[in-house]
Nanobody, 130 residues
Framework: QMQLVESGGGLVRAGDSLSLSCAAS????????????GGWFRQAPKKENEFLAA????????WYSRSVKGRSTISRDDAKNTVYLQMNSLKPEDSGVYYC???????????????????WGQGTRVTVSS
């Protein structure tokens, strides 16, 4: 089993930056953290869970949604079992609960589909005031 814990959320102003972290522990099915793909999703009130960014194992590939591309950076530090999401130029519509997720990288993993992730954190809330 794997546990994911997000941190870094809070109340910020429009235009500010925020850095979110997702620390992983445990070894699902004997795999190590660097075998897994990582993703960030956002749940805003009355909206569906929204894909934001994903990073494959060994930093081979990175994906961003249109809503955050150009002002966000996803990265990982396998030595620390941690995935990060740096967000800049925050807008009020960026408010929501941010979840990190981890997936075993197989041919069926779709980085932007939450159903393909096996492990999820509890979320960290981000509120952007105007």
């Amino acid at each position: 089993q794997m546990q994911l814990v997000e941190s870094g959320g809070g109340l910020v102003r429009a235009g500010d930056s925020l850095s979110l972290s997702c620390a992983a522990s445990g070894r699902p099915s004997g795999r190590t953290f660097d075998d897994l793909g990582g993703g960030w999703f956002r749940q805003a009130p009355k909206k569906e869970n929204e894909f934001l960014a994903a990073i494959s194992r060994h930093n081979e590939n990175i994906w961003y949604s249109r809503s955050v591309k150009g002002r966000s950076t996803i990265s990982r530090d396998d030595a620390k079992n941690t995935v990060y999401l740096q967000m800049n130029s925050l807008k009020p519509e960026d408010s929501g609960v941010y979840y990190c997720a981890a997936a075993v990288v197989t041919s069926t993993w779709a980085p932007d589909l939450n159903d393909t992730y096996a492990y999820w954190g509890q979320g960290t809330r981000v509120t952007v005031s105007s």
